[in-house]
T-cell receptor, first 111, second 114 residues
Framework: DGGITQSPKYLFRKEGQNVTLSCEQN?????MYWYRQDPGQGLRLIYY???????QKGDIAEGYSVSREKKESFPLTVTSAQKNPTAFYLC??????????FGSGTRLTVV | GENVEQHPSTLSVQEGDSAVIKCTYS??????FPWYKQELGKRPQLIID?????GEKKDQRIAVTLNKTAKHFSLHITETQPEDSAVYFC?????????????FGQGTILTVHP
């Protein structure tokens, strides 16, 4: 998927469960991002990382956690503290210049 | 932080008409302004972008204009076609480094009627 792969495509979470969304890129990009999109709304930034072993909170970080142990990987964990996790999650990466590459997204549903 | 406002939220035009979507941004440090088209359930697709060192950029039926003083940029689609129907997002970012992060507008649902 254009060098950035998100999995799974669909994910179902039971109440109280933690789930992890995968994001892998082979573009050698330094920066990676997680966005959340609710129906009919824009993309809101959850977390971002500009370098390995470092990451920052975005606008809606509560109830989420991330890690950046490898340049290629930026997994997002949706914890039980996130009360309304049903949404479309998009991962993106960016080189040192301009232009962002998006993954194909993960649709998370609470059941 | 950066704040991007986008208008209108919905836009309905007849095939062949022009469509204009407008955005304003708050952070004068932003220097990269992409526009994305998103179809239902898909990832955003970059359709055109502009950097702060130019005032206008065209790509066939699509153009973007930027007014840095007013912190305002617009997307212009001419000779619209039904396949242009989608959600369009503007965004602003600090580009040229690894430190930028995209801030999106709320989106515009464009419907082109045959």
């Amino acid at each position: 998927d254009g060098g950035i792969t998100q999995s799974p495509k669909y994910l179902f979470r039971k109440e109280g469960q933690n789930v992890t969304l995968s994001c892998e890129q082979n573009l050698n990009h330094d920066a990676m991002y997680w966005y959340r999109q609710d129906p009919g709304q824009g993309l809101r930034l959850i977390y971002y990382s500009q370098i390995v072993n470092d990451f920052q909170k975005g606008d809606i970080a509560e109830g989420y956690s991330v890690s950046r142990e490898k340049k290629e990987s930026f997994p997002l964990t949706v914890t039980s503290a996130q009360k309304n996790p049903t949404a479309f999650y998009l991962c993106a990466s960016k080189p040192g210049g301009y232009g962002y590459t998006f993954g194909s997204g993960t649709r998370l549903t609470v059941v | 932080g950066e704040n991007v406002e986008q208008h209108p939220s919905t836009l309905s035009v007849q095939e062949g008409d022009s469509a204009v979507i407008k955005c304003t941004y708050s952070d004068s440090a932003s220097n990269y302004f992409p526009w994305y088209k998103q179809e239902l359930g898909k990832r955003p697709q970059l359709i055109i972008d502009i950097r702060s060192n130019v005032g206008e950029k065209k790509d066939q039926r699509i153009a973007v204009t930027l007014n840095k003083t007013a912190k305002h940029f617009s997307l212009h689609i001419t000779e619209t076609q039904p396949e242009d129907s989608a959600v369009y997002f503007c965004a602003a970012s600090l580009g040229g480094t690894s430190y930028g992060k995209l801030t999106f507008g709320q989106g515009t649902i464009l419907t082109v009627h045959p």
